[in-house]
């Protein structure tokens, strides 16, 4: 054979392979079934109005708010534009409630006790007298139950409601005078709002429902006798201690207080998924966050409020504290009365209580107790 018919033969057979081998691609290609689209991503603009129950910059309830807001508006860069109200700017702090479940706010962040008139299952998604800590909130919430509780008596007013801050335990509040018994509350007129005031009513106590930003002008003008409202980092920033020197612990009435972001339902249902997730992860991240910040702040204000500013720190002892566990079980007797979707909410906290308590009493408690007796605390 001559060299050059060996060239083009050997051509040709590269050739016909080459083109059998595109023509098999091509028939795999068809054969593959195409892949799916990528998802359209939501690119319209969202405006959501968000007011508040707290004084605009007020450390931790205010300003946590207020980081909520920012929060949304930067995880979808500003896309879901929150325009952010502290109480008074557009409703007063108790109306908060109306202006989002009738649609004219998007959401609120709120202590949901505070609509414990509209329905006595409210107060246990904040905090009740004898309740959950912060960690066994968030454990209920989450895992025991308690969110679907809360998204069906929230469903029932128009809204969805998520933890979105927590503030610890409470001290036991201000008072103008030494609580030695339980009769020196007879007659005491007290801001404390939620199930809480119930208990003090039930020990003769005047229970007063007040919001943040009014409770230093009434205990100075002697209009109230007594408060409560968070613990040393807030209660400093509010200069209660120029007008009642003897502060009280433990609060029996705010062992774990949950703050809520609540959206109004139709609202949220109109949003895609992701949205909502976002939502939900920022609500989650302030709830962590707000409570860290109390935890690493109030030492330093309790010290700073005994140390410079004369106050009297006091502890209720156990014949108050079974005073009030008596009128806490005469409280909830009523709230089991009321409906049968609080009577499941009582019925599944009290559960939580029971098991969670157990847990923690040989974890938590048995582990701080003897670090603070080894550390001499």
Same mark, same amino acid.
């Given at each position: 054979?001559?060299?050059?018919?060996?060239?083009?033969?050997?051509? =040709?057979?590269?050739?016909?392979?080459? =083109?059998?081998?595109?023509?098999?691609?091509?028939?795999?290609? +068809?054969?593959?079934?195409?892949?799916?689209?990528?998802?359209?991503?939501?690119?319209?603009?969202?405006?959501?109005?968000?007011?508040?129950?707290?004084?605009?910059?007020?450390?931790? =309830?205010?300003?946590?708010?207020?980081?909520?807001?920012?929060?949304?508006?930067?995880?979808?860069?500003?896309?879901?534009?929150?325009?952010?109200?502290?109480?008074?700017?557009?409703?007063?702090?108790?109306?908060?409630?109306?202006?989002?479940?009738?649609?004219?706010?998007?959401?609120?962040?709120?202590?949901?006790?505070?609509?414990?008139?509209?329905?006595?299952?409210?107060?246990?998604?904040?905090?009740?007298p004898f309740g959950l800590?912060?960690?066994?909130?968030?454990?209920?919430?989450?895992?025991?139950?308690?969110?679907?509780?809360?998204?069906?008596?929230?469903?029932?007013?128009?809204?969805?409601?998520?933890?979105?801050?927590?503030?610890?335990?409470?001290?036991?509040?201000?008072?103008?005078?030494?609580?030695?018994?339980?009769?020196?509350?007879?007659? =005491?007129?007290?801001?404390?709002?939620?199930?809480?005031?119930?208990?003090?009513?039930?020990?003769?106590?005047?229970?007063?429902?007040?919001?943040?930003?009014?409770?230093?002008e009434n205990l100075v003008?002697?209009?109230?006798?007594?408060?409560?409202?968070?613990?040393?980092?807030?209660?400093?920033?509010?200069?209660?201690?120029?007008?009642?020197?003897?502060?009280?612990?433990?609060?029996?009435?705010?062992?774990?207080?949950?703050? +809520?972001?609540?959206?109004?339902?139709?609202?949220?249902?109109?949003?895609?998924?992701?949205?909502?997730?976002?939502?939900?992860?920022?609500?989650?991240?302030?709830?962590?966050?707000?409570?860290?910040?109390?935890?690493?702040?109030?030492?330093?204000?309790?010290?700073?409020?005994?140390?410079?500013?004369?106050?009297?720190?006091?502890?209720?002892?156990?014949?108050i504290y079974d005073s009030?566990?008596?009128?806490?079980?005469?409280?909830?007797?009523?709230?089991?009365?009321?409906?049968?979707?609080?009577?499941?909410?009582?019925?599944?906290?009290?559960?939580?209580?029971?098991?969670?308590?157990?847990?923690?009493?040989?974890?938590?408690?048995?582990?701080?107790?003897?670090?603070?007796?080894?550390?001499?605390?």
């Open positions: 054979m001559k060299r050059r018919d060996f060239v083009t033969g050997a051509a =040709l057979a590269a050739g016909a392979v080459a =083109l059998s081998a595109c023509g098999k691609e091509e028939e795999k290609k +068809a054969e593959t079934p195409a892949a799916p689209a990528a998802p359209m991503i939501n690119k319209e603009r969202i405006e959501m109005v968000m007011v508040a129950t707290w004084p605009r910059d007020f450390p931790g =309830l205010g300003t946590g708010a207020q980081r909520l807001a920012q929060r949304i508006n930067d995880m979808t860069d500003g896309r879901i534009q929150v325009t952010y109200y502290a109480a008074g700017e557009r409703v007063g702090a108790f109306d908060s409630f109306d202006e989002v479940a009738s649609g004219n706010a998007q959401g609120y962040h709120a202590a949901d006790y505070y609509w414990k008139g509209k329905h006595p299952g409210w107060a246990y998604f904040t905090s009740v800590t912060y960690t066994e909130m968030n454990a209920w919430i989450r895992f025991g139950g308690g969110q679907e509780l809360w998204d069906e008596l929230a469903g029932d007013f128009g809204l969805k409601c998520m933890a979105a801050g927590n503030t610890g335990v409470q001290m036991g509040g201000w008072f103008n005078k030494e609580i030695n018994t339980a009769d020196d509350l007879k007659g =005491l007129k007290m801001r404390i709002p939620g199930l809480g005031g119930d208990v003090m009513a039930k020990l003769g106590a005047s229970p007063v429902s007040l919001p943040g930003g009014q409770i230093y003008s002697g209009a109230i006798d007594a408060t409560e409202w968070v613990g040393p980092w807030n209660d400093r920033a509010m200069k209660f201690y120029e007008a009642a020197k003897y502060y009280y612990y433990p609060g029996m009435h705010e062992p774990g207080s949950t703050l +809520a972001m609540g959206v109004n339902a139709s609202w949220w249902g109109k949003l895609s998924k992701s949205d909502q997730h976002i939502l939900e992860a920022a609500a989650a991240a302030e709830n962590d966050i707000m409570m860290s910040e109390y935890n690493a702040k109030n030492g330093e204000a309790l010290a700073d409020l005994v140390t410079n500013e004369g106050v009297q720190l006091r502890k209720f002892d156990d014949e009030f566990g008596m009128a806490a079980d005469e409280v909830f007797a009523t709230v089991l009365e009321h409906s049968e979707l609080a009577k499941r909410i009582h019925t599944s906290f009290v559960a939580a209580r029971k098991d969670l308590g157990a847990w923690s009493k040989i974890s938590d408690q048995a582990y701080i107790a003897q670090r603070n007796r080894v550390l001499g605390v």
